[in-house]
């Protein structure tokens, strides 16, 4: 499925496999909305925390939301970040 506008990519600032998840993306040239979960506050916060809800019903690091929310990857899966998001 070719991808459909940038992705949203939500983290934590700590996190080992977001790093590399985000290492990833930008080695393959994927545009991407990065959301540190952990930096953000108040109302920003409260809306990035909505719309992760939306797509997964587990709190892991990072996630990956594409194609408008068809493509939901959880974790650094780069063989399925091939196959969904390249």
Known sequence: MPR???VEFYALSTCI?????????????V??????????????RSKAQRELE????RMSYPVIVANDGDVVIQ?????????EIR
Do not use: I
């Open 17 to 29: 496999w977001c790093r590399r998840t985000r290492e990833w993306l930008e080695d393959n040239g």
């Open 54 to 57: 939306r797509h997964v019903s």
């Open 31 to 44: 545009p991407f909305n990065l959301h540190y979960m952990d930096l953000l506050e108040g109302e920003e």
């Open 4 to 6: 459909q506008g940038a």
């Open 75 to 83: 974790g650094y899966q780069p063989e399925q970040f091939e196959e």
